[in-house]
Every structure is written in C-alpha cells, then in structure tokens.
C-alpha cells in the first residue's frame, strides 16, 4: 500500500478511475493577518493497495505553533481490491472552505493510514510591499 498522490490544489474530481487536480499550489499570500482564505482549497490523494485492508484514515490540519487549524477528519476505510492481486486505487478529496489563518509561517497538512504517513507543507506568507 502506498500514497501515489498528495496534494493542495484549486479543484479536484475523481471519476472512472480518473483523478483531475487543477491548480495546484504549496504557498499563499495575503497582506494582512489574520485573514480568510474564501475561495478555499482542496486536500487530494491516491492510495494505491493490492491487498485488503481496514483502518483510520486520519488528516490534521496544524498551524506554525502545532495547533489545529480546523478539527481533524478522521474516518474508518476499508479497502478491497476489486480483482485479487490487481492494484487499485482509493482516490479522496477534502474541500476546506473558507479557511482562516492566524499568522504567516509554515503550515502543515498531515495524513495517516496504515503503514502511510505523509504530510503536505503550506507556506503562507505576507506580500512584499511595492
């Protein structure tokens, strides 16, 4: 079992086995803070299995200082390949929206499941002065 993709993007859809990520990005910028990022994001990944497996899937959403920027989503898989031995693909997509950041500094979206642990880095930084 494995992640294949992980990432924060503008928009996501999974159909037919087919997984569309539009926009892409690790860095925010805002001039001023606290502020609240409305259009949003979308947290996306790809677990690729063989194998039946069970267990939480869990995602944390933590500020510079280790606190939670929104609750944590924790969920119960299973996962059952559809033909025995064949790799399948899980594909999830979680939106946040509208999310409020305290402070610039290095943001981290962090997931477990299994033998999978991952996390994602958000920088969201002040705009420079012109």
Do not use: W
């Amino acid at each position: 079992m494995k992640l294949s993709v992980f990432t924060l993007c503008d928009y996501a859809q999974s159909s037919l086995g087919k997984l569309t990520i539009v926009g892409a990005f690790n860095r925010i910028y805002s001039d001023q803070f606290p502020f609240a990022y409305r259009q949003g994001f979308n947290v996306v990944g790809r677990i690729v299995f063989t194998e039946p497996y069970s267990d939480k899937l869990n995602i944390e959403f933590k500020d510079p200082d280790g606190n939670n920027v929104l609750p944590s989503v924790s969920s119960d898989l299973k996962l059952e390949p559809q033909i025995e031995g064949r790799e399948c693909a899980f594909d999830f997509n979680l939106a946040f929206n509208p999310v409020l950041f305290h402070k610039p500094g290095v943001y981290k979206i962090h997931l477990s499941y299994g033998n999978i642990s991952e996390s994602l880095t958000l920088y969201v930084d002040k705009k420079k002065k012109k």
